[in-house]
């Protein structure tokens, strides 16, 4: 809510979608509101997931923010009087993330040439917990595997994971990652693993992309000299068959409707926070403030000096070390 506005971005009504402001009927008890603007999408526009549902006349809120707090709301449509009276009792949610995405279902073949396996994800919200089980293969167009630079073919998986549904900000950091475990995974069940086991000593005379013990670990992306025979989905193929994200899922946000005018979800977080691609509300807690393109936190060492490897020179984007990207 926002002075005495309601602003819903998407309202799925039968096939069509819709944006929708509702206004607030001052001192109405219960509470009503009228219908303000409102357009309707072009046909085919993709529909976010947890879009408010209109159906019955009753327009069902699956997650409503206001004040730092989140709700369930269901909206009665009273045709006679023109209003949308609230239906109570209200239920709180216990977090900002109970009620997001807690059915999210997903069965995709694929018929490609490196890839014919049917992709199966589910996410379910058991008592305080998300719950996912997939098999670990992509739902989108994928990169020639075995590649010369990639000798790894995809192969099944058991994918299980257990995340909470009451995320906290945390001034200290937990390192995963590798052995260190899953970053983070995308609704399609695929993990996130943004490292290289690929690493350069000091000197720059011994370097590895695998089973490497350097003191610099070599990115895998923004960077030409090291290939490690990545797909467009900034993704590529470890040992074990697991297909795995470096980047940005490219197919997978094409595939949700991921554009500049709507903040896209494509996964969770180890530590339960939803992950976006690749735009968020300017100011986070308000929907309706202008949508900007997000930015990583990491920082470049300024004061490292640069590595000789195969007679040139690299160093900015190219290594990651205790001290933070060089």
Same mark, same amino acid.
């Given at each position: 809510m926002k002075s005495l506005t309601l602003f819903l971005p998407y309202v799925v009504a039968g096939t069509d979608l819709y944006n929708v402001n509702l206004k607030l009927i001052e001192n109405s008890n219960p509470i009503e509101l009228t219908l303000g603007p409102y357009y309707k999408y072009v046909e085919g526009t993709a529909i976010p997931n947890n879009s408010p549902l209109f159906s019955g006349n009753v327009l069902s809120i699956p997650v409503l923010r206001s004040g730092g707090a989140s709700y369930q709301v269901q909206l009665d449509y009273i045709e006679a009087d023109g209003v949308f009276r609230l239906i109570e009792p209200v239920h709180s949610l216990e977090s900002s993330t109970e009620g997001?995405?807690? /059915?999210? +279902?997903?069965? =995709?073949?694929?018929?490609?040439?490196s890839l014919t396996i049917t992709s199966k994800s589910e996410w379910a919200c058991i008592e305080a917990n998300r719950i996912l089980t997939a098999n670990g293969i992509p739902d989108h167009d994928v990169g020639i595997f075995p590649n010369p630079h990639n000798p790894n073919m995809i192969s099944e998986q058991s994918v299980s994971a257990s995340y909470t549904l009451s995320p906290t900000e945390t001034s200290t950091s =937990?390192?995963? *990652? !590798?052995?260190?475990?899953? +970053?983070?995974?995308?609704? /399609?069940?695929?993990?996130?693993? &943004?490292? =290289?086991?690929?690493?350069? /000593?000091?000197?720059? &005379?011994?370097?590895?992309? &695998?089973?490497? !013990?350097?003191?610099?670990?070599? $990115?895998?992306?923004?960077? =030409?000299?090291?290939?490690?025979?990545?797909? $467009?989905?900034? &993704?590529?193929?470890?040992? !074990?068959?697991?297909?795995?994200?470096? *980047?940005?899922?490219?197919g997978f946000v094409t595939k949700q409707g991921g554009n500049s005018s709507t903040m896209t979800i494509i996964g969770w977080g180890a530590d339960g926070f939803p992950i976006y691609a690749r735009y968020g509300h300017s100011i986070a807690d308000d929907s309706s403030s202008p949508l900007k393109a997000m930015e990583g936190s990491y920082g470049f060492v300024s004061s490292a000096e640069r590595i000789k490897i195969s007679n040139i020179y690299v160093c900015f984007g190219y290594f990651f070390s205790r001290l933070g990207i060089c």
């Amino acid at each position: 809510m926002k002075s005495l506005t309601l602003f819903l971005p998407y309202v799925v009504a039968g096939t069509d979608l819709y944006n929708v402001n509702l206004k607030l009927i001052e001192n109405s008890n219960p509470i009503e509101l009228t219908l303000g603007p409102y357009y309707k999408y072009v046909e085919g526009t993709a529909i976010p997931n947890n879009s408010p549902l209109f159906s019955g006349n009753v327009l069902s809120i699956p997650v409503l923010r206001s004040g730092g707090a989140s709700y369930q709301v269901q909206l009665d449509y009273i045709e006679a009087d023109g209003v949308f009276r609230l239906i109570e009792p209200v239920h709180s949610l216990e977090s900002s993330t109970e009620g997001v995405l807690c /059915n999210y +279902i997903d069965n =995709t073949p694929n018929n490609q040439e490196s890839l014919t396996i049917t992709s199966k994800s589910e996410w379910a919200c058991i008592e305080a917990n998300r719950i996912l089980t997939a098999n670990g293969i992509p739902d989108h167009d994928v990169g020639i595997f075995p590649n010369p630079h990639n000798p790894n073919m995809i192969s099944e998986q058991s994918v299980s994971a257990s995340y909470t549904l009451s995320p906290t900000e945390t001034s200290t950091s =937990t390192k995963l *990652g !590798g052995p260190a475990g899953v +970053i983070a995974y995308i609704l /399609n069940g695929v993990k996130v693993d &943004a490292g =290289t086991a690929g690493t350069c /000593n000091n000197s720059g &005379a011994s370097c590895k992309l &695998a089973g490497g !013990g350097g003191s610099w670990s070599i $990115e895998a992306l923004g960077q =030409t000299h090291f290939d490690f025979g990545d797909d $467009e989905n900034h &993704a590529h193929v470890q040992p !074990g068959g697991q297909y795995h994200y470096h *980047g940005i899922p490219e197919g997978f946000v094409t595939k949700q409707g991921g554009n500049s005018s709507t903040m896209t979800i494509i996964g969770w977080g180890a530590d339960g926070f939803p992950i976006y691609a690749r735009y968020g509300h300017s100011i986070a807690d308000d929907s309706s403030s202008p949508l900007k393109a997000m930015e990583g936190s990491y920082g470049f060492v300024s004061s490292a000096e640069r590595i000789k490897i195969s007679n040139i020179y690299v160093c900015f984007g190219y290594f990651f070390s205790r001290l933070g990207i060089c």
